[in-house]
Antibody, heavy 122, light 110 residues
Framework: EVHLLESGGGLVQPGGSLRLSCAASAFTFSNYAMSWVRQAPGKGLEWVSALSSSGGATYYAESVKGRFTISRDNSKSLLYLQMNSLRVEDTATYYC???????????????WGQGTLVTVSP | QSALTQPPSASGSPGQSVTISCSGTSSDVGAYDYVSWYQHHPVKAPKLMIFEVSKRPSGVPNRFSGSKSGNTASLTVSGLQADDEADYYCSSYAGNNNLVFGGGTKLTVL
């Protein structure tokens, strides 16, 4: 069974940094694009960033462009999200999600992790 | 404010059908057949229920169906069961490598 496990969340002050990780298992990680999606408390889902299967192409929501960096290590089946210049409004549960198709990252996400909570507060 | 508009709540009795709408624009829902629906039980991982407007992943009951008309997509849950009670989110590709979600609909089984 495909499994995605996020880690690295926690409490950080505004302006600080945090790196999230997502460990993937039970599928050929290097064949699929991956994404990060977040959910602020009491709010809906928001796509944050996506990364092609090779890691050569990255995509970001306007709200995080220039502050967040997505990357992956296909040899270790790991996905990362480096978050810099964090703001209070970045407070959310962050989910990693696997693309359903190997050909495109945006069609749908067929597996998600259970999320890791990031709290940005003074 | 979410890019796609969903009703905050929907409800139905066991065995009944309920439809949840997802309203977008001609730049997202109306432009692409890349609408997905996700079921999210609290404290669990979201689950893909519908992709490409109306396709069901293997393992999803055929009680769940999707459709689209113009700029509005819909998810219909037939034969409501207690376990269907969850939050449901729609998403759509919006072009220019951007993906948008709806604000979510809390489905209550009465």
């Amino acid at each position: 069974e495909v499994h995605l496990l996020e880690s690295g969340g926690g409490l950080v002050q505004p302006g600080g940094s945090l790196r999230l990780s997502c460990a993937a298992s039970a599928f050929t990680f290097s064949n699929y694009a991956m994404s990060w999606v977040r959910q602020a408390p009491g709010k809906g889902l928001e796509w944050v960033s996506a990364l092609s299967s090779s890691g050569g192409a990255t995509y970001y929501a306007e709200s995080v462009k220039g502050r967040f960096t997505i990357s992956r290590d296909n040899s270790k089946s790991l996905l990362y999200l480096q978050m810099n210049s964090l703001r209070v409004e970045d407070t959310a549960t962050y989910y990693c999600a696997k693309a359903s198709l190997s050909s495109s990252w945006y069609i749908s996400f067929d597996y998600w992790g259970q999320g890791t909570l990031v709290t940005v507060s003074p | 404010q979410s890019a796609l508009t969903q009703p905050p709540s929907a409800s139905g009795s066991p065995g009944q059908s309920v439809t949840i709408s997802c309203s977008g624009t001609s730049s997202d829902v109306g432009a692409y057949d890349y609408v997905s629906w996700y079921q999210h039980h609290p404290v669990k991982a979201p689950k893909l229920m519908i992709f490409e407007v109306s396709k069901r992943p293997s393992g999803v009951p055929n009680r769940f169906s999707g459709s689209k008309s113009g700029n509005t997509a819909s998810l219909t849950v037939s034969g409501l069961q207690a376990d269907d009670e969850a939050d449901y989110y729609c998403s759509s590709y919006a072009g220019n490598n951007n993906l948008v979600f709806g604000g979510g609909t809390k489905l209550t089984v009465l």
